[in-house]
């Protein structure tokens, strides 16, 4: 019996350091995957990385092109606007060589007809007699057209109006277009980068799921592994019961053998006590390991969600910066606009037209210089325009006042004509006594009624309007 027990408690011990051996074995092989696992996480953070500076150095050479095509754009249009400026230039020394040969030939027939009607009043008192009855009716027609031309007078300055009207709603409109196409760019491009960010999100949560797939299914094999170890500890239990259960009967004796055998009963106990122990050993064991494992799925599951915490906090970091760098692109932009040497020249001119414009007196005008303030101002529309069109936030200002300085100018100059004469200069102005006798300089008609009177040169009211766009005055 004592070599039995000998024997069983060596097999125990063996058993058990076979056990703690194979605990040692796992805990060094998952101390080597926890390890394995740092490694590959710290390579994919660091291709990360390198794909983030790959797409960054990307991102800053598309720029670099993006600003040489734009100045090789506005180089080319510099050189188209020197070269429309350089034709203009000719085109207003020819029509100033024009305006001069009509002014001349102009006085030389207002000389000749003077003249002729000199030597008409001589003629005769009877002429004079019919032509005063003639004028007479005259007055009476003309009273007639006067009506009727104050009145086609007020309905084109209410057409006017309207129009006015409809061109300041229609440059509203453009603008705010253009406000609303430059606020969907930029949304657009917020939604693109919120679908790429939303893209790497996922795929970072659809890693982070796998991940947490793989630790989930290696620790149900360890749970796995310690329910087969506990019901083989359990059966081995059993099994034991069983046999000690078998050996009790030997160590009973008949009656008359009772004292014989009090020894050996005395020890039987002793044998059965070792068991206990033994197996106490084992659950000892078996609840160690159960508390390592408790404590190694404690460790992976603190390990994913450190991971998870990690991860979270890198993405709120790159979406910080990601924000960062869109807040300092529009202050870079927005910097940039405000420095514009385009816009500053443009704002630059407007300044010194309308000192011009405050400047010019009536003998200034007369002479010409308001016209040609007039073209000056009508030359840097298509400048204004352009420059709305690449800075509209910048721009707002500059519309308006070109707006009013393109009304004022008008305004200033035919103000000066009126006032010309109705002082008693050459012809009438609008609003003037009727003038009588001459061809009108647009349609060639004897002027008859109101005429108007512009550079030497006198105009049906109908007949006289802009040069440029054809819009009667």
Known sequence: AERERERERKEEKDEVEQKDKEEDERKRKAEERKRKAETEEAERKRKAEEERERKRKAETE?????????????????????????????????????????????????????????????????????????????????????????????????????????DADEAEKKQKADTAAQQQRLRQQQQQQEAEAKAKRERDEAEQQRKQRINEDRIKREEERARKAQEEAEERRLREKRLSEQRRPTVTTTPTATTTTAKPTS???????????????VMAALNKRADTESVLREEVL?????????????????????????????????????????????????????????????????????????????????????????????????????????????????????????????????????????????????????????????YHMACFGCHACGKKM
């Not at 020890?267 to 206990?276: D, I, R, W, Y």
Request: with cysteine.
């Open 62 to 166: 598309e720029a670099e092109r993006k600003r040489k095509a734009d100045e090789e754009r506005e180089r080319k249009r510099k050189a188209e606007a020197d070269e429309a400026e350089r034709k203009r230039k000719t085109e207003e020394a020819e029509r100033e060589r024009e305006r001069r040969r009509r002014a001349e030939t102009d006085e030389v027939e207002r000389k000749r007809k003077a003249e002729e009607e000199r030597k008409r009043k001589a003629e005769t008192e009877e002429a004079e007699r019919k032509r005063k009855v003639e004028e007479e009716r005259e007055r009476k027609r003309k009273a007639e057209a006067d009506e009727a031309e104050r009145k086609r007078k007020a309905e084109e300055e209410r057409e006017r109006e309207r129009k006015r009207k409809a």
């Open 267 to 281: 020890s039987t106990p002793a044998m059965v006590e070792l068991k206990p122990s033994g197996r106490a050993d």
């Open 302 to 458: 603190a390990n994913v969600r450190r991971k998870e915490e990690e991860q979270k906090r890198e993405k709120q970091a790159e979406k910080d910066r990601a924000k960062a760098e869109q807040a300092n692109a529009r202050a870079a932009k927005q910097q940039q606009f405000a420095s514009s040497a385009e816009v500053q020249a443009l704002y630059s001119k407007l300044a010194g037209y309308e000192q011009q414009l405050k400047s010019l007196s009536d003998q200034d005008i007369i002479s010409g210089k308001g016209v040609e303030l007039n073209n000056a101002v009508k030359e840097i529309r298509d400048p204004i325009m352009d420059a709305r069109a690449k800075f509209p936030e910048h721009t707002g200002d500059l519309i308006g006042r070109y707006n009013v300085l393109s009304r004022e100018v008008p305004e200033k100059v035919n103000e000066a004509y009126k006032r010309r004469n109705a002082s008693g200069g050459t012809g009438a102005g609008a609003g003037g006594a009727p003038a009588v006798g001459g061809p009108c300089a647009k349609c060639g008609n004897k002027l008859v009624g109101e005429t108007v009177t512009v550079a030497g040169q006198r």
